[in-house]
């Protein structure tokens, strides 16, 4: 009788384990939630930009050109200098895609102090809304350059061309990575210590320096 009423009881014990497993719910993990995020914010047509810049040198190709004569001389150089500086530029959004204004910055580069003014055109790639924090474009920029308390004319010209990649931070932080290569024109000024019988102005002496341009600008709104 004992025995009976053991392996009765055993027998509801498995009946109610049974219905317990059959009303458990296994917990799954919370799925991960997939948002959009805005890199442009079309509403607002103009764009400002406020950063830096690190330059680069690694090339310099020299001409001078004697008008009197028709005779040019072209010699390379061997320029290994470095300098960085500071940027604000302002830009109009022509669509989704296209971004025109300019850059003025401040630099010193080679001990010297210079002002770029430079007309700017950034193409972006890739829808303005997307999944991703991250969104590339291409820039092109040409302009004159000023210089300061130098051995140079006082305008000169630069240009330069690369690839940056605009990454959202916060809500909304954007901040604008870029590198590219950038070629500046430089006119020296004469120096003709001593007896000689040339015309300064029938000689065009230029410069022109080639090098790498790393940049980052905090895109303000």
């Not at 193409?123 to 140079?152: H, I």
């Not at 120096?191 to 090098?211: F, R």
Request: hydrophobic share 40%.
């Amino acid at each position: 009788m004992k025995k009976f009423l053991m392996l009765l009881v055993l027998v509801v014990m498995c009946g109610e384990i049974a219905d317990a497993q059959s009303l458990y719910i296994p917990r799954y993990k919370k799925k991960k939630e997939v948002r959009d995020y805005d890199l442009e914010n079309m509403e607002r047509k103009w764009t400002f930009t406020f950063g830096g810049g690190y330059d680069m040198t690694f090339g310099m190709q020299n001409r001078i050109h004697y008008k009197d004569y028709d005779e040019t001389i072209n010699y390379d150089g061997e320029p290994n200098f470095s300098g960085g500086g500071v940027w604000v530029g302002a830009g109009y959004k022509m669509g989704q895609h296209v971004v025109a204004g300019f850059d003025a910055g401040f630099l010193y580069v080679d001990q010297m102090s210079m002002a770029p003014l430079l007309g700017n055109v950034k193409v972006f790639y890739g829808p303005v809304t997307r999944q991703k924090r991250t969104r590339w474009y291409n820039y092109a920029q040409v302009g004159p350059q000023f210089y300061f308390g130098s051995s140079y004319k006082t305008v000169g010209a630069v240009a330069g061309a690369g690839v940056g990649m605009r990454v959202l931070m916060a809500k909304v932080t954007k901040v604008d990575l870029e590198i590219g290569y950038r070629c500046t024109l430089r006119r020296p000024e004469y120096d003709l210590m001593g007896k000689h019988e040339l015309d300064t102005d029938n000689i065009s002496y230029k410069q022109y320096l080639h090098g790498l341009h790393f940049g980052i600008n905090f895109v303000l709104f």
